[in-house]
């Protein structure tokens, strides 16, 4: 799949201080082990997403959105997976974990 030049991801908070060198994404992590991440192509849609989310009774525990370079994303993220402008239902239907 190729993503867009920039896309958005949802920065999840953490217990403790910020570790610099690691950013906590929104993810849930399948039976097998892959941690999934949704990203977003419009700054519009990542808020619709969390709106949407809460209204279903998901609750993300959010840092900020960041933009980040859709052709760069699998090198600076390499042990997730993007999921690119799911639904709610979709993304959550197995779990959330960060």
């Known amino acids: 799949m190729t993503l ?25 992590t399948d039976a097998g082990g892959a941690r999934h991440t949704p990203a977003f192509s419009s700054l519009l849609l990542a808020t619709t ?5 809460q209204e279903l009774g998901y609750f993300v525990k959010l840092d900020y959105i960041f933009p980040a370079d859709g052709r760069r994303v699998a090198e600076d993220f390499p042990e ?12 959550f239907g197995s779990g959330l974990s960060v």
């Open 80 to 91: 997730h997976t993007i999921q690119l402008d799911p639904s709610p239902e979709a993304f």
């Open 49 to 53: 997403f969390l709106s949407h989310a």
């Open 4 to 28: 867009p030049e920039r896309i958005f991801v949802v920065v999840v908070e953490t217990e403790g201080d910020r570790d610099p060198e690691r950013m906590p994404l929104l993810s849930r």
